[in-house]
């Protein structure tokens, strides 16, 4: 879009998104863009359903430090994506629009929106209306009616996320290479899966959970399984946006 195109948005309507992802390894198969890259396209996918809702580019990079033994992973500190987040919505909030929504793709970066939508929320109160989700955590229930794997099955490189690139960038999955690795993570209070519930917080380094990257079965991945994956998320942000949009935005009192 050009400079003339934004100014003439209806700030009133429009939703804007900010996807996040990483640069970071995904197994032996699988593209080190992987986050980003599914992130921007369910973004893209739900503006076009929900309407009035525009997509900026993505900063790539993400917090990544737990892959950072496998080659090709890039991380940025947590102040570093904070500070770029904060200083990408304090611009748009300048322009007017007042509806923003932080759409994440990586698991890693779950602490970091926490922070920012509070920080955000904060900092823009009664200019902006600012919220954050990971997509496939919103998505949970619709992904889970659609998986193969039994739990630990869906982690990372693995049976949705292969497939789901399988879906939008076939050419970008070396599916030959790919090895199914199901992960003790070493206690009933953690899980590994994608899907999974767990209260405690702690640091997994990916290193030691597998040899190759890979959580997850991504054997049981095919382009047929990823368009069904990508429609299941996609509808269900889709559906948050039209809700969002709506949302009351409180008047900032002294």
Not at 20 to 30: I, T, Y
Not at 93 to 118: C, E, K, P, Q, W
Not at 163 to 184: C, F, G, N, W
Request: net charge negative.
């Amino acid at each position: 879009m050009t400079s003339p195109e934004i100014g003439a948005l209806d700030r009133a309507a429009t939703v804007v998104i900010l996807p996040l992802g990483s640069v970071e390894q995904h197994g032996n198969h699988m593209p080190l863009g992987t986050d980003t890259l599914l992130a921007q396209a369910v973004s893209l996918a739900a503006a076009e359903t929900a309407g009035d809702t525009i997509v900026m580019p993505p900063p790539w990079y993400g917090f990544s430090a737990h892959h950072m033994r496998f080659p090709g992973s890039i991380t940025l500190r947590p102040e570093t994506l904070i500070a770029v987040v904060e200083d990408v919505v304090a611009s748009v909030v300048t322009h007017g629009f007042r509806r923003i929504l932080i759409v994440n793709g990586h698991g890693g970066n779950n602490g970091v929106i926490d922070v920012l939508a509070s920080t955000l929320g904060h900092t823009h109160y009664g200019a902006a209306r600012i919220a954050a989700l990971t997509y496939f955590a919103l998505a949970r229930e619709a992904i889970a009616k659609l998986r193969k794997s039994e739990s630990g099955g869906m982690g990372h490189a693995c049976e949705f996320e292969t497939s789901m690139v399988q879906h939008l960038r076939p050419e970008l999955v070396k599916i030959a290479l790919a090895e199914t690795t199901y992960p003790d993570p070493g206690s009933r209070y953690l899980t590994t899966d994608l899907l999974g519930a767990q209260a405690i917080r702690l640091y997994h380094d990916f290193g030691d959970l597998s040899p190759t990257g890979t959580l997850g079965d991504p054997a049981l991945a095919s382009p047929e399984a990823g368009k069904a994956f990508f429609d299941a998320v996609t509808s269900e942000l889709a559906t948050f946006i039209a809700n969002f949009r709506f949302w009351t935005i409180p008047e900032r009192r002294p």
